[in-house]
């Protein structure tokens, strides 16, 4: 699976869009994009994946770039409940592998108010 | 409540005692995992469940780590001799058919050990 390269940390105020940025430049034609959050003492959450075109859902929006060497997860309107530490993780998708998640040390997240 | 759950949630034991830890993965989840997180650490893989079969184990699982998942639904992970270097969170997850399908994996609260 490919690497990625995000960011230690970053801030946002509440109720403005938080622009989180992830390099993949390693990328394989039939590798996906995840995004998957942690919440202070909880489990992971999914949020989204995508292979190249832009994909959104209740939750968040994602970008990615025309090579996919990069993508950018957006959450429109913050809250302080967004406070997290995300993770972007590249991995090929379905049923025909392990589906192990490789995760890096992510972009920790700070909304404040 | 349909989620992963695990027991227990806390566990503090003495160096060189045996723990165990159950996870209960979503019911028509075919697939199940097991992650170990230190503290400032993203969650890294341990072992992959296939219905009952394990198909697939870290390095990091050394000799002292058994898993099981007996009839492919709850799944057991024991640590033998405990050392004070597995003290960690362990993450439980599950995915397949069904909610989220193979794409999202669903995880559990975890199971924190402290090891005196």
């Known amino acids: 699976d490919a690497k990625t390269t995000q960011p230690t940390s970053m801030d946002c105020a509440e109720g403005r869009a938080a622009n989180l940025p992830c390099n993949h430049s390693t990328i394989s034609g039939n590798e996906y994009v995840y995004w998957y959050r942690q919440i202070h003492s909880q489990g992971p959450q999914y949020i989204i994946h995508?292979?190249?075109n832009n994909e959104t859902n209740e939750m968040a929006s994602l970008i990615i770039t025309e090579d996919r060497k990069s993508s950018t997860l957006i959450l429109p309107h913050a809250t302080l409940r967004d406070t997290a530490v995300y993770y972007c993780i590249v991995r090929v998708s379905g049923s025909s592998n392990t589906g192990k998640l490789i995760f890096g040390q992510g972009t920790t997240l700070q909304v404040k108010p | 409540d349909t989620g992963v759950s695990q027991d227990p949630r806390h566990k503090i034991t003495k160096r060189g005692q045996n723990v165990t830890f159950r996870c209960d993965p979503i019911?028509?989840?075919?697939?199940l995992y097991w992650y170990r997180q230190t503290l400032g650490q993203g969650p890294e893989f341990l072992t992959y469940?296939?219905?009952?079969?394990?198909?697939?184990k870290s390095r990091l699982l050394s000799d002292r780590f058994s898993a099981e998942r007996p009839k492919g639904s709850f799944s057991t992970l024991e640590i033998q001799r405990t050392e004070q270097g597995d003290s960690a969170m362990y993450l439980c997850?599950?995915?397949?058919?069904?909610?989220?399908?193979?794409?999202?994996?669903?995880f559990g609260p975890g199971t924190r050990l402290t090891v005196l």
């Open positions: 469940f296939q219905n009952e079969a394990q198909l697939e």
């Open positions: 995508g292979l190249k």
């Open positions: 019911s028509e989840h075919n697939r």
């Open positions: 997850a599950s995915s397949g058919r069904g909610l989220g399908s193979y794409n999202e994996q669903f």
